[in-house]
Nanobody, 115 residues
C-alpha cells in the first residue's frame, strides 16, 4: 500500500490550497484517513481525520478553515485549506489506518504560508 500526497506549495496569508492523497487497490472504503502536519522542530500533529462512516475530527486551530473529504471510489482523500495563516506552514502528511493498528503514511507535501 502506498499513498501519494500532492497539492502543497507557497501561498500568501489568507489564501487557499487543496491537498490530495491518492492510494490504490480499493483500500479506502471503510478506513480512517487523516492529515497531519509537522512544522520545523515540532512533532507531527493531527490536523483532520475522517472515519469510514464520515465522522470528522479537526484540530482546534483549523476548525472552520479546513475541510477533509474523501472519494472512496478513487482511493483519495482531500484537505481543503482556506484562510491560511503563516502558522499553518509545515509538511503535510496523509495517513491511512488499516486493520490491526497498521498505519500507512504518504510521503508529505510542503505547505508554506507567507505573511
Amino acid at each position: 500500500v502506498q499513498l501519494q500526497a500532492s497539492g502543497g506549495g507557497l501561498v500568501q496569508s489568507g489564501g487557499s490550497l487543496r491537498l490530495s492523497c491518492a492510494g490504490s487497490g480499493g483500500i479506502f472504503s471503510d478506513k480512517t484517513v487523516g492529515w497531519y502536519r509537522q512544522a520545523p522542530g515540532n512533532e507531527r500533529d493531527m490536523v483532520a481525520t475522517m472515519t469510514g462512516d464520515g465522522t470528522t475530527n479537526y484540530a482546534d486551530s483549523v476548525k472552520g478553515r479546513f475541510t477533509i473529504s474523501r472519494e472512496n471510489a478513487k482511493d483519495t482523500t482531500y484537505l481543503q485549506m482556506n484562510r491560511l495563516k503563516p502558522e499553518d506552514t509545515g509538511v503535510y502528511y496523509c495517513r491511512l489506518d488499516l486493520n490491526r493498528g497498521v498505519k500507512v503514511w504518504g510521503q508529505g507535501t510542503q505547505v508554506t504560508v507567507s505573511s
